[in-house]
């Protein structure tokens, strides 16, 4: 059984930071291009970051481009989200995901889900 588990999130001030980290089991994990995903309350989800199966090529956001940064260690089937100069428009809750095809941005080429993490931003 696939399990993809997230953790880090929590409440921040503006400008603070977190970390967040999702830790894979039941799959292949070299297998899997990796993202990130967020969705605020009353829209839909949307791509954050993402990388490819061995970390060579990272991708986001133009929203979160140059403050967040993604990662992962094949070893220990678990990535990374590192988040940077949070502001109240970054409030969501997180998904972690894994893709077979390397979907990148669109969430419908993803095959397993996390079951997410809230970040709160306080103004």
């Known amino acids: 059984q696939v399990q993809l588990v997230e953790s880090g999130g929590g409440l921040v001030q503006a400008g603070g930071s977190l970390r967040l980290s999702c830790t894979a089991s039941?799959?292949?994990?070299?297998?899997?291009?990796m993202g990130w995903f967020r969705q605020a309350p009353g829209k839909e989800r949307e791509f954050v970051a993402s990388i490819t199966w061995r970390g060579g090529a990272t991708f986001y956001a133009d929203s979160v481009k140059g403050r967040f940064a993604i990662s992962r260690d094949n070893a220990k089937n678990s990535m990374l989200l590192q988040m940077n100069s949070l502001k109240p428009d970054d409030t969501a809750v997180y998904y972690c995901?894994?893709?077979?095809?390397?979907?990148?941005?669109?969430?419908?080429?993803?095959?397993?889900w996390g079951q997410g993490t809230q970040v709160t931003v306080s103004s």
């Open positions: 039941g799959l292949t994990f070299s297998s899997y291009f």
């Open positions: 995901a894994a893709s077979r095809s390397g979907a990148s941005t669109n969430t419908r080429g993803y095959d397993y």
